[in-house]
């Protein structure tokens, strides 16, 4: 017999109906409890999303978009953190400064006490100032920043020996002290028979070159740069290993062969920025002007403590080995000197005064390593200990300290790495920021298709719809069948596009070289132009997930007018046509 189970005046479910009429004669009963709501659910999600065509469009764009989105953002992120690396390894984790030339006194007690403090595991002084270089073989002139630092305490505190050239191919050689220029030898030996060259050159080096090469050559070390000579030439004309660098060949003076030497005036060693003595190619390596133990002359401006500039100064240098931090605008303006000598050139060494005082050594800046577990908020209190310590001295009456040299003091502030490098990092940031948002709004172009997809499949699916509620289906059933469609559509898509989006970032660079031979003039990424060796190439699991979360989200949110189309259509109006 007919049953009042569902109709357009009485919307009762299996789950509402009477007991008597569920045991009713000729009624049977479901095997299992089922939730028939949740079955039909799933199930018209299922076929709709395998059956509409149509929906694959949508899917389309959520895949797209989503790729767009976490490729920009982890180039960005990768571009950040180059950003950073390069700073911190530039100037150490905490910094003391007074942003002053003329620096700020009692740095040496300073450093022998925080020493002592278990948080710091290396610190040292380093000076700053202006200053003109010029090469007298070619005549280039320039201005540059002197930087006076102590080799062997930098490399404890920074990253500084990892960007040098002649100190990785030829380890221990690169130093401060006197020198003349290191100059090649050669050997004339019998060329091979056969050949038509009647003799084959062979360069020697100097010591301790020659055995810093050997050192390097069996660490695997190679010259990526393939410096371009003649002596280079020679060498690969009989497949020999190539000579990292320029340095150039012993004058012949007598019959016998040139020999390997120091030749010149011994003169202090300079590093240069490698923008400076070198031109980076398109490729990445580079092309260098000028040979090792090169004569430089640097002219100085001394500043005295109250900011006057005094008579400037000219020292002779050699070029010993060049810097490349990664930062152009440090790499083409820097030169780094010892930090004794350039304090001694600008008279900020200690000295006695008329009156019988003292002036106190002074120093621009102090860099420290401290403790790798310690966290941004433990660094920041590290750095208000420091400070308090620092200023602790205009109240030390051990010290004798007149009104300069406590202005100087007075100005003197500690800083993370973070907060000195905040006008480079804080710019990146916020344009990553802006680019990930730009193309967030783009990417709501997937919301927008996905909505007007889901619209059009209600409109054609006016008879299932009506079925459904003519058969107990709720309103809010029927809606949750076209949300949850919208869900998997932006599931499907945001897989597709997490995939394919982590699949091009990590293979990036292949993808830039392919092109670029394909045609030279498709590159994107010059190595002559960008600072960076590659395109950062990492992707950030928080981006990922957080990506591939807000995908489905959105795709969801873009099915709720098509949801509440459907919901609210009558099932007598839905099959009035059908």
Not at 115 to 128: F, G, H, L, M, N
Request: proline fraction near 6%.
């Amino acid at each position: 017999p007919k049953s009042p189970i569902s109709t357009p005046q009485n919307h009762e479910t299996l789950e509402t109906l009477p007991p008597t009429l569920l045991h009713a004669p000729g009624w049977r009963a479901p095997a299992s409890p089922i939730n028939i709501a949740r079955v039909y659910k799933l199930f018209l999600t299922i076929r709709y999303l395998r059956k509409r065509r149509i929906a694959y469009f949508a899917i389309a764009a959520v895949t797209l978009c989503v790729a767009m989105v976490l490729i920009v953002m982890s180039v960005m992120q990768g571009f950040l953190d180059n950003v950073k690396n390069r700073a911190r390894g530039l100037l150490g984790d905490v910094i003391v400064d007074n942003r002053d030339f003329s620096g700020f006194p009692l740095y040496e007690e300073f450093i022998n006490d925080v020493s002592q403090w278990p948080e710091v595991v290396r610190a040292t002084p380093v000076i700053y100032s202006y200053g003109l270089i010029r090469f007298p073989r070619t005549s280039q002139s320039g201005t540059v920043q002197v930087v006076g630092i102590r080799l062997s305490e930098i490399y404890e505190v920074n990253s500084f020996k990892d960007g040098l050239y002649y100190e990785t191919h030829y380890p221990g050689t690169t130093t401060f002290a006197e020198r003349g220029q290191p100059v090649l030898g050669i050997e004339l030996a019998p060329g091979e028979a056969g050949s038509g060259d009647r003799f084959r050159v062979y360069p020697t080096l100097p010591e301790p070159f020659a055995s810093a090469l050997e050192k390097s050559r069996a660490a695997g070390i190679v010259d990526e740069d393939k410096t371009k000579s003649d002596i280079n030439d020679a060498l690969k004309e009989v497949e020999k290993p190539l000579i990292p660098g320029l340095l150039a060949v012993a004058p012949l003076e007598t019959e016998n062969e040139p020999q390997p030497a120091f030749i010149g005036d011994p003169w202090p060693g300079l590093i240069i920025g490698r923008d400076i003595v070198a031109r980076r190619l398109s490729d990445g390596t580079y092309e260098r002007y000028y040979d090792n133990g090169e004569r430089v002359q640097v002219t100085l401006l001394q500043v005295s403590p109250s900011g006057s500039i005094d008579t400037p100064i000219k020292q002779p240098f050699r070029y010993v080995d060049d810097s490349r931090t990664g930062i152009y605008e440090i790499d083409s303006q820097h030169v780094y000197c010892d930090f004794d000598l350039l304090q001694k050139l600008l008279m900020m060494e200690e000295t006695e005064l008329v009156d019988g005082g003292i002036a106190h050594a002074r120093c621009s800046q102090i860099q420290m390593k401290i403790m790798d577990s310690l966290d941004y908020t433990a660094r920041q209190d590290l750095t208000r200990r420091l400070q308090a310590h620092y200023m602790s001295f205009l109240d030390d009456s051990r010290f004798k300290l007149d009104l300069l040299e406590r202005r100087l003091i007075q100005r003197v502030k500690a800083m993370t790495w973070e907060e000195s490098q905040a006008n480079i990092i804080a710019p990146v940031e916020k344009e990553r920021v802006l680019v990930t948002i730009l193309f967030g709004v783009i990417s709501m172009v997937a919301v927008v298709l996905v909505l007007c997809i889901l619209y059009m499949i209600v409109l054609q699916k006016t008879r299932d719809i009506g079925i459904v509620k003519a058969i107990g289906g709720s309103s809010a059933g029927v809606a949750m069948i076209f949300i949850s469609y919208g869900a998997a559509v932006g599931l499907v898509g945001a897989t597709l596009g997490t995939v394919g989006g982590y699949f091009f970032v990590t293979h990036i660079n292949e993808f830039q070289e392919f092109i670029t031979k394909l045609n030279p003039a498709w590159q994107v990424w010059d190595r002559a132009v960008y600072s960076f060796d590659e395109i950062p190439h990492q992707v950030n699991a928080y981006d990922m997930i957080t990506v591939y979360v807000s995908a489905v989200i959105a795709s969801a949110l873009g099915s709720l007018l098509a949801a509440w189309r459907a919901g609210s259509m009558h099932p007598v109006e839905a099959l009035r046509y059908e």
